[in-house]
């Protein structure tokens, strides 16, 4: 079993950064995948990106490459999301999840967190 709970979101405006944090209880954290995904009101869920357990694997949504970073410390058991050049559309609730590998697909995460919502002003 796996508990995730995001922090570190929050109301900025265009072109500002934040860095969202998901802690992780359970001694099995660094043997899970991890992803990112968000949801903005009225629309589906939509991945954003994802680390593998050894770190060696990352994937980036296009809607957000160049922008927004994956990172993952084990000795924490915490995943980070390092958001920059935040814009409008970058508005959602942002969720953690928990996966036996590295994938863009939400169905085979197996643990979520409660989400937190990130607004992004024009």
């Known amino acids: 079993q796996v508990q995730l709970v995001e922090s570190g979101g929050g109301l900025v405006q265009a072109g500002g950064s934040l860095r969202l944090s998901c802690a992780a209880s359970g001694r099995t954290f660094s043997s899970y995948a991890m992803g990112w995904f968000r949801q903005a009101p009225g629309k589906e869920r939509q991945f954003v990106a994802t680390?593998?357990?050894?770190?060696?694997?990352?994937y980036i949504a296009d809607s957000v490459k160049g922008r927004f970073t994956i990172s993952r410390s084990d000795a924490k058991n915490t995943v980070y999301l390092q958001m920059n050049s935040l814009k409008p559309e970058d508005t959602a609730v942002y969720y953690c999840?928990?996966?036996?590998?590295?994938?863009?697909?939400?169905?085979?995460?197996?643990?979520w967190g409660q989400g937190t919502q990130v607004t992004v002003s024009s």
């Open positions: 680390i593998s357990w050894s770190g060696g694997n990352i």
């Open positions: 999840a928990a996966a036996p590998r590295a994938t863009i697909e939400s169905p085979e995460y197996n643990y």
